[in-house]
């Protein structure tokens, strides 16, 4: 879909693997063999000899000796993690083992012929709900760690479903309508509404983004619990043991592996490393799908209340017309009819169980894996796409509203990547919106003219539309905002409406237009031409 010279490179730094991929102008994508043997890196990270080790280097070690799913740590906002174990246990920086596994991901890549150094268009995928200053974080290791000059952030379940509009098994002209990305990876499930108009290259809007920090990992801690509880009842002393550690590592490190192992078969043998537990003698057990599944059931349907958010975010930001009180008692078979595609994407997709879920949620849906590559390379391969996106996520705008004043004086209003309001909400709001009340307390003062600002996270600004109550329209880089003894009273609702009261106590109506496309560090705002705005409704404008 791209048309560029240069190749477009996209690094996937997931909670469970790294992947590298590039894609040169109409040319399929690339997935760059940075594993040894495999496409993709272990994002694993051990110690030996005092020092970091990562990827394959770090599997063999001793379970004490391994870090996994060191992403979950920005997730989590972990700020250091324990390796090791006794008097050899330490407290290592996330920043640190982070670092590690982008550096080698980058080392990597300039061995197979792809210097990520001076690289043009390198692109990231991170979770949804990830807030600004995690993504800083992020975008802040690339740069360090590879020598880019700039990184785009793309969330990654908008990458799994550019990927398949650009690679799918339909033509890209031929998608119209609804698509539902489906993203289970290692660390968190994803979730993102699509609307698309077929074209070369197609129209798209991302209507939400969502998810929670639930996938992978959980269902392993499930497993693990489930196959710990049967060894106890066969007669396997726990707290007997000199290393109950080792134990509990090799339930999981087997809990992974029969994991993988009921994807594609309806049992598994699991034989326990009898190392790991001392002297005591393991029972062999053989797993079955059914109990996995058992075990992945309150966690299924916790993702299956996602999608229904996601579908009901999805209303709330397209603005139909209805309330928020008729979007919440949508019945989910209507819901489900809003729906014309499903993507899945991420290894857990994989599990066939997710699969007939969401079938028996939705239907009617035409269903996909992945984008002309496995499941789990669906992300990376949409993050080398260049067709883009026409507005992202309303209900996590990607801008910046501050109050200035005088020479120095800024109030942070709403921060890039925030959620306007959290689902719960809802029930209790008739409009959902950000609120953010701000007064003297907070500094402001009483007799001086400010003014508003909307910018991207590197500063640059965003154009705000502003409403008169004949109609018209005035678009403003900034909007003056008298300060008297009232509050100022900022209001930013999901369909795009900004209210704000001034001290003085009037009131404008505003709109942040276009919402901008904005991907992560130092991006400036995408044009968006000839791509409709969306129908919004204004409290002067109801036609």
């Not at 785009?152 to 309508?177: F, H, T, Y």
């Not at 928020?324 to 991420?346: K, Q």
């Not at 997710?354 to 990376?380: H, I, K, N, Q, S």
Request: with cysteine; proline share 7%; aromatic share 6%.
């Amino acid at each position: 879909m791209g048309r560029h010279s240069h190749p477009s490179v996209g690094l996937d730094f997931g909670t469970t693997t790294a992947l590298i991929a590039r894609r040169r102008a109409a040319d399929p994508v690339e997935i760059l063999p940075i594993g040894n043997p495999r496409s993709w890196l272990p994002s694993l990270v051990g110690r030996r000899d005092g020092r970091l080790v990562v990827g394959e280097n770090a599997e063999n070690l001793l379970p004490e000796e391994i870090l996994r799913s060191v992403k979950r740590a920005i997730t989590f906002d972990q700020r250091t993690l324990p390796l090791g174990a006794g008097d050899d246990r330490i407290e290592v920086s996330r920043e640190d083992v982070i670092a590690a596994i982008l550096h080698e991901i980058s080392t990597r890549a300039g061995a197979r012929g792809l210097p990520l150094t001076g690289q043009r268009d390198l692109r990231v995928g991170c979770p949804a709900t990830w807030r600004r200053d995690q993504r800083q974080l992020l975008t802040d290791l690339v740069v360090a760690q590879t020598g880019v000059d700039d990184v785009n952030l793309m969330e990654e379940p908008v990458a799994a479903g550019l990927a398949w509009i650009a690679g799918g098994d339909v033509r890209p002209e031929e998608i119209n309508g609804r698509v539902l990305v489906f993203d289970m990876g290692g660390g968190t499930l994803d979730v993102a509404v699509l609307d698309v108009v077929g074209g070369r290259p197609p129209s798209v809007r991302v209507l939400t983004s969502t998810g929670i920090p639930e996938a992978g990992d959980a269902l392993d801690d499930a497993i693990a619990a489930d196959l710990t509880t049967e060894l106890v009842a066969c007669g396997l002393d726990l707290d007997r043991l000199r290393k109950p550690d080792n134990a509990h590592a090799e339930i999981l490190r087997q809990a992974r592996a029969v994991k993988r192992d009921l994807s594609v078969k309806d049992s598994a043998p699991i034989a326990f490393r009898r190392a790991a537990f001392g002297s005591q003698r393991v029972t062999p057990i053989r797993y079955t799908r059914e109990r996995l599944e058992e075990a992945f059931a309150p966690q299924l349907e916790r993702a299956a209340t996602k999608v229904w958010d996601a579908l009901r975010l999805a209303r709330l930001t397209h603005v139909r017309g209805g309330s928020t009180s008729d979007i919440m008692r949508t019945p989910t078979d209507e819901l489900a009819r809003d729906v014309r595609y499903v993507v899945l994407a991420g290894g857990m997709s994989r599990i066939p169980v997710v699969r007939r879920r969401l079938r028996e949620m939705l239907p009617d849906a035409e269903f996909f894996d992945g984008a002309g590559v496995p499941a789990d390379e669906a992300v990376v391969a949409g993050l080398t796409d260049e067709s883009g996106v026409d507005a992202v996520n309303l209900y996590r705008p990607s801008f910046d509203v501050t109050l200035h004043w005088g020479d120095d004086g800024a109030l942070p209003l709403f921060e890039a990547y925030s959620p306007l309001f959290e689902m719960f909400q809802l029930t209790r709001m008739s409009e959902p919106n950000f609120t953010r009340v701000a007064g003297r307390r907070d500094g402001l003062p009483q007799q001086r003219q400010g003014e508003l600002r909307v910018t991207t996270p590197a500063g640059d600004p965003v154009d705000v539309i502003r409403f008169d109550r004949s109609g018209g329209q005035a678009v403003l880089d900034r909007v003056p905002v008298p300060f008297g003894f009232h509050d100022v009273l900022f209001r930013m609702y999901c369909d795009g409406r900004i209210v704000l009261t001034d001290g003085a106590g009037h009131s404008q109506q505003l709109r942040v237009g276009p919402w901008p496309a904005i991907h992560g560090r130092n991006s400036k705002p995408e044009q968006v031409a000839h791509v409709p705005e969306p129908r919004v409704y204004h409290p002067f404008n109801r036609s």
